[in-house]
Every structure is written in structure tokens, then in C-alpha cells.
DNA sequence: ACCCTTTGCACAATCGATTGTGCAAAGGGT
DNA sequence: ACCCTTTGCACAATCGATTGTGCAAAGGGT
């Protein structure tokens, strides 16, 4: 493109030497193909006065080697994934590698559309977080030998090579608080239900309600996307057909942002009339008209290991030892628990 | 990669016609270099049981076409930039493009390697929200023939295409209903001084404030980014320094997010004690401790409108007519401001 | 029957790099 | 002086597609 480009040839004319001794000169092969001090250094001059930058393209195809990952992650716009797509892009940089980014709309649809245009690419490696409810055609890529790396969302007996937050534990981390601040009737606002996420954190939830011997209830979990709208119906109809509801645990920062309207629309205030955690720590949490405590997942680490994990697959040419990858969580604690018992003694 | 990759040449085998004669054939010009409809199908039949797809890099080299888009923003994991890699990234995978994404760390010399690389890359166009400072860089891929669309942030004076807010009449439009709620000493938490829309900012404040003969003192200007920390030190330093303030005008969310904090250690309230108005709406400005009045710029339309720009130019060839492109903006009147006048009348 | 046009495809060059190999010139040993 | 090794580079093939051109076979007109 750019118009008048500056090719190999020109440099190795300018040079007055051939093209391959241009291109040894070039990448450093001067020593292991003999190309004396002085000629390397004219390739070396000529180069940097025609600010040559070789074609990756022309390299690509001879070397077989395109130096591109894909990324492929269900909604871009959300914090979440942005920050993953962040991270991912800056180490991958670092290390020479280039990301192709795309997003899913959260359809496995679009996912495997996606998925094949950046192998028509010549991807080397892929980090996606799937729609999450089918993994077949990842497994293809698996067994075709192009390195994948899921984040956010695994599947359960997985092949595949996985980074994502230690959901059970922080499911159970947040309903312990709730619990111990004497809430029984605690809805639950899921995200789409299949998706490891989703699931690993409903059976934290269960385990921790069976534990401390309260009844497990599956009509107290509603929702069925990781969206707004999905946690403002779910919260909504909660609210009206559980009436001694006291407290929400939203699977999802827009979930919660969803709940937050239906709360409002209902008259209840947070906390006095109804408690809440939500999934995902967010900068504006502390200022919400009731702080939230929120479980705050380690997105940097999901993204730099995700990162990491592809990118020293392809250098080293070994795959991870670990397949699962499991980052911790951390519960931040403001003012949207109520407690219940403090109360009943007053 | 993928290993056994099939490759045109073993289509060209199984349909049992040359190379030339494949090619053609599944690009659509069997008609027009006179393949017979019978071997045009038995080389389709051929690709779709291999399921051959052509390399694009071998496709790349040859035409002259990577179909690569490059985008170059600030901070990715801001949502802001992050809905405007959404809104590129999936115009232009519906229009055959795919998107190089890179980060530039709010750096110019970040800014000016990545841009490198992304041309050894050859992608055919770019899109970026640049640093701002300098344009030089910029405006040599523009000489160079690579069409360069900016959005969001422009330069003055410049031959670039730009897409951005209206922000000089959404920082009046701002203002005045500060000022019509009887505010006089508003303190300005700036950005990044120089870059367009910080400055178009100031400058839409200025007219405001003179067209209603409020002074403009630049001392009540104050910070250095758009980020919570430059909000957080500025709002600070203005709590303390002008004690008659009554009002805060915030030139980004995460400015805005930083003043909050500032002023809740300051032990004060908005509205009552300050009032606030923030740049960028968000899902959650309607949940804050006081709901912010927020100007809401019109993301999707800036990203959409940016890759339009960009994809209409490389599939047309000609460059749009217009150069700068203003989208409108909406100020969302929420609780945050507080009505001086009445409180003095009562 | 002969010639000219059309049909239907294959050959070979090409995009811009990398890399295995070959060969002349220089150097070194006796 | 002769031969062998080392030095220093160039030639040409190659990655996987696209595309200009040439040519044999078929068809059509008189």
C-alpha cells in the first residue's frame, strides 16, 4: 500500500549486494552465513536511509509464520471484556504478536463465523471467551493444532486450556456474608445458564445454602442472560412473586445495573429493604447510592495469564502443563449488606 | 499452521483442472474467463469437500489487499474507546475487513511503534483516537496514501478526516444549565490540556460563561488527564483552594469518578453542598449515590459513523468530501445539580 | 472442405520475502 | 608453486495464491 514502499530489493540495490544477503544482514543471520562486517553494515546503512520495514506479508507466507492471534470475546463493549482485551493486546505486543480482535454478540452463531475467518487468517493461537454453551467446533481447532485459550468461561471436562476466576469459591465467599447477616431468602440473578460461569457459581451457591441448612430453592434463581435487561426482569419478578425476599446476589455488574432499576421501580431501598452483592468490582461501586459490595475478580491476571499462556505456547512450542487455571477472588465489602440480626436485637 | 491446511492446489487436483482454472473458478469469474459451468462445479464441489479456505496471506501478497484495519486508542478497557472498538470492529467484519487492535497507552511514542508495526502489517486503513498532542505521524501515513480516519479526538487545522462530538456545544449546553441553576464558581476538571476535545471543551465554556458575563478564571481550571486520578488531585485541590465553589463540570467519566471520591473525603454532598455535571453517560450515572446529570455523547454513532468513513473510502477509492464530522450530543438532566436560585428564595 | 471465430482451459510470471546450496576468490600450509 | 580450506557472497527455489496470455479443439459460415 502506502504507496512507494521500500522492498528488500531496493535495499540490497542500494546496498549493491544480493537479496539474500540483504535478508541475512537484516535478521541478524550475518555471523552464521558469513557475511562480512562491512557488508553487513552497508545492508544495515542502506536499510535505515530507506526506512525499510519488511513486508510481514511476504514474510508470513514464506515463513509460515504469521505472528497473530485472534481474539474473539461475546461483547467488547462490556468493562469486563474490554479490560481482557486490553491486557491481552499489550503483552501479546510486547512479544511480538499482533491481535486480530472480534466479537461475538455473544451468539455461537457469529462465534464460529468469527472463528473461521481469523483461521483463514493464519491465526497462530486463539484466546476467546465462548458463548460458552458449545465447544465442538474449539475442540476442532484443538485437535487441528492451532493453541486455544479460553478465559472467563471454560466447560466442564474440557480438553481446552482455561483461565477464569475461582467462580465456586467466590460464590460462596459472597453468600457466606449474605448468610451471616441472617438473609434466607436470597434471590439469585444468573447469567446464561450452561455457561461454566453461570453454573459453577450456582452450585458454589448450593453448596454454601446446604452447609448452613437453609433450602436450596430453584424458583429463587432467575435470568438467563449476563445482561441489564435480563437482571432487571429477574430482579423484577423476584420482587413480586417472593415478598419475603431479602436480598439479591446478581451474577453479573450489568445484571446488577438491571436489578438496581427494578429495586428503584419497586420502592425498596438498598439496604434497608433489600441487600445485595454483585459479580464484578467496578470503580463506580463505591459511589452507588448504597456502596455495593461486589465480588472483584482479578481481571488483569485473567487477561495477562490468558496472554501469557498463548503466547509462550507458541515461542517454547510446549503446551501448558496446567489445564486449568484458576485466579482468586476478592469480596469487597461496602455498605449494600444489611444486617438482619443487629436489627432483630435493637 | 492448522497442519494439513488444503491448499488451492489440492482442489485444483481433485477437480482435476489446473491451478488458473480452480482459482477462477471460486472466485466467482468462471463466466468471464469462459470456465465451463460443469468444471466450475466440479472445483466447488471439490473446495466445499476439502473445505478448502484460500490463504490470505498468499491472497495478500499477490493483490495487494491485506483487508486489514487498524485501531489505535488510548485505553481500550475504557468503555468509551471499548464501544468504539465494538462499533469498528463489527462494521468492518461485515464489510470482509478485520480489525488490528492496539492499545496506546495514552502515549505518543506508544502511538507512533504501534503504528509502525501496523504498517509492516500493511493494513489498508486506520482508525485512531490518537494521543492528540502531535500529528505529525499521522499525517505522514495520510501524504503516504493510507486513509486515516480520527475519532474522537481531532486536530485543528488539520487535512485528517475526523470524527467527533459537537464538544463545544455540549460544554455550553453544560454549563448553562449550571449556570442557570445560579452557579458562578464552577470548577473545570480538564483532561488532557491541547487535545481537541478538552479544548473545544474549554473553549465552548468560555463562550458560555462570557455570553452570560461570568469571569473566566483559569484557576478553576484544573487537571491533566482524563483519568480518575487527574479528577481525584484536581477536585481536590479545588475543594481546598476556592472555598466559594459550587459546582464541579468534569470533562470524562473517569474524571468524574475521580471528583466523587474527592468530594466524599472532603466530607461534602452533592447536590446540596456541590453540584457536579460529568462528560459521558453510563448505564450506572442513574445509580450514583446522586444521579449524575451527564452529557451523553453518542458512542455507537461515532464508532459506526468512523468505520463507515474508513471502509466506504477503501471500497469506493474516494475520500469522503467531508473532512470533519460532528455528531450531536445529549445532556441527561438527572439529580446532580442543584437549583441555587430557589434555595434562596425559600 | 476450408477458414475463421469462439470455447475452454493450461502455462508461467508474479507479489516480497527466506533459505539451501554452489562457487569463485582469498588465505594458509608445505 | 601447488593444493586444500575458509571466506564471502550470489543463484534459484519456495511459500500460496492471482492473472495475462497463448493455444488446441470445437463450432459455424460459405
Given at each position: 500500500?502506502?504507496?512507494?514502499?521500500t522492498?528488500?530489493?531496493?535495499?540490497?540495490?542500494a546496498a549493491?549486494v544480493?537479496?539474500?544477503?540483504?535478508?541475512r544482514?537484516?535478521?541478524?543471520?550475518?555471523?552464521?552465513?558469513?557475511?562480512?562486517?562491512?557488508t553487513?553494515q552497508?545492508?544495515?546503512?542502506?536499510?535505515?536511509?530507506?526506512?525499510?520495514?519488511?513486508?510481514q506479508?511476504?514474510q508470513s507466507?514464506r515463513?509460515?509464520?504469521?505472528?497473530?492471534?485472534?481474539?474473539?470475546?461475546?461483547?467488547?463493549s462490556?468493562?469486563f471484556?474490554a479490560?481482557?482485551?486490553?491486557e491481552?493486546t499489550?503483552?501479546?505486543?510486547e512479544?511480538?504478536?499482533?491481535v486480530?480482535?472480534a466479537?461475538?454478540?455473544?451468539?455461537?452463531?457469529?462465534e464460529r463465523k468469527l472463528?473461521?475467518?481469523l483461521?483463514?487468517?493464519e491465526?497462530?493461537?486463539?484466546?476467546?471467551?465462548?458463548v460458552g454453551?458449545?465447544?465442538?467446533?474449539l475442540?476442532?481447532?484443538?485437535?487441528?493444532n492451532?493453541?486455544?485459550?479460553?478465559?472467563?468461561?471454560g466447560?466442564?471436562?474440557?480438553p481446552?486450556?482455561?483461565?477464569?476466576?475461582?467462580?465456586?469459591?467466590?460464590?460462596?465467599?459472597?453468600?457466606k456474608i449474605l448468610?451471616?447477616n441472617?438473609?434466607q431468602?436470597i434471590?439469585?440473578l444468573?447469567?446464561?445458564?450452561?455457561?461454566t460461569?453461570n453454573d459453577e457459581?450456582?452450585?458454589?451457591?448450593e453448596?454454601e445454602?446446604?452447609?448452613?441448612?437453609?433450602?436450596?430453592?430453584?424458583?429463587?434463581?432467575?435470568?438467563?442472560?449476563?445482561s441489564?435487561?435480563s437482571?432487571?426482569?429477574a430482579?423484577k419478578f423476584?420482587?413480586k412473586?417472593?415478598?419475603?425476599i431479602t436480598?439479591?446476589?446478581?451474577?453479573?455488574?450489568?445484571?446488577?445495573?438491571?436489578?438496581?432499576q427494578?429495586?428503584?421501580?419497586a420502592?425498596?431501598?438498598?439496604?434497608?429493604?433489600?441487600?445485595?452483592?454483585?459479580?464484578?468490582?467496578?470503580?463506580?461501586s463505591?459511589?452507588?447510592?448504597?456502596?455495593?459490595?461486589?465480588?472483584?475478580?482479578n481481571?488483569?491476571?485473567?487477561?495477562?495469564?490468558?496472554?501469557?499462556l498463548i503466547v509462550?505456547?507458541?515461542l517454547?512450542?510446549r503446551k501448558?502443563k496446567?489445564?486449568?487455571?484458576?485466579?482468586p477472588v476478592?469480596?469487597i465489602?461496602?455498605?449494600?449488606?444489611?444486617?438482619?440480626?443487629?436489627?432483630?436485637k435493637?
Amino acid at each position: 500500500m502506502t504507496h512507494a514502499a521500500t522492498k528488500l530489493k531496493h535495499v540490497a540495490e542500494a546496498a549493491g549486494v544480493s537479496l539474500s544477503t540483504a535478508s541475512r544482514a537484516l535478521s541478524g543471520k550475518a555471523v552464521a552465513y558469513r557475511i562480512s562486517s562491512h557488508t553487513e553494515q552497508l545492508v544495515l546503512d542502506a536499510a535505515a536511509k530507506l526506512d525499510f520495514r519488511p513486508s510481514q506479508v511476504a514474510q508470513s507466507l514464506r515463513t509460515q509464520k504469521t505472528k497473530l492471534l485472534g481474539v474473539v470475546l461475546p461483547d467488547v463493549s462490556n468493562p469486563f471484556f474490554a479490560s481482557i482485551a486490553r491486557e491481552v493486546t499489550t503483552y501479546a505486543e510486547e512479544n511480538g504478536y499482533s491481535v486480530l480482535l472480534a466479537d461475538s454478540r455473544e451468539s455461537t452463531e457469529v462465534e464460529r463465523k468469527l472463528i473461521a475467518q481469523l483461521r483463514a487468517r493464519e491465526i497462530e493461537g486463539l484466546v476467546i471467551s465462548p458463548v460458552g454453551l458449545h465447544q465442538q467446533h474449539l475442540e476442532k481447532l484443538h485437535t487441528a493444532n492451532l493453541p486455544v485459550v479460553l478465559v472467563d468461561r471454560g466447560f466442564a471436562e474440557s480438553p481446552l486450556v482455561s483461565v477464569t476466576s475461582n467462580h465456586r469459591e467466590a460464590a460462596r465467599g459472597a453468600m457466606k456474608i449474605l448468610i451471616e447477616n441472617g438473609h434466607q431468602e436470597i434471590g439469585i440473578l444468573q447469567g446464561i445458564p450452561g455457561t461454566t460461569p453461570n453454573d459453577e457459581r450456582l452450585s458454589g451457591i448450593e453448596e454454601e445454602l446446604k452447609e448452613t441448612g437453609i433450602p436450596f430453592t430453584s424458583s429463587m434463581i432467575q435470568g438467563n442472560q449476563f445482561s441489564e435487561s435480563s437482571g432487571y426482569e429477574a430482579a423484577k419478578f423476584l420482587l413480586k412473586k417472593h415478598l419475603g425476599i431479602t436480598a439479591f446476589f446478581a451474577l453479573s455488574n450489568q445484571i446488577g445495573l438491571g436489578a438496581l432499576q427494578a429495586i428503584a421501580e419497586a420502592g425498596r431501598k438498598i439496604p434497608q429493604d433489600i441487600s445485595m452483592i454483585t459479580f464484578d468490582d467496578h470503580p463506580y461501586s463505591e459511589f452507588l447510592a448504597s456502596p455495593m459490595t461486589t465480588v472483584r475478580q482479578n481481571i488483569k491476571e485473567l487477561g495477562r495469564l490468558a496472554a501469557e499462556l498463548i503466547v509462550k505456547q507458541l515461542l517454547t512450542g510446549r503446551k501448558p502443563k496446567k489445564k486449568v487455571h484458576q485466579v482468586p477472588v476478592e469480596i469487597i465489602e461496602r455498605a449494600s449488606v444489611f444486617n438482619l440480626l443487629n436489627s432483630e436485637k435493637e
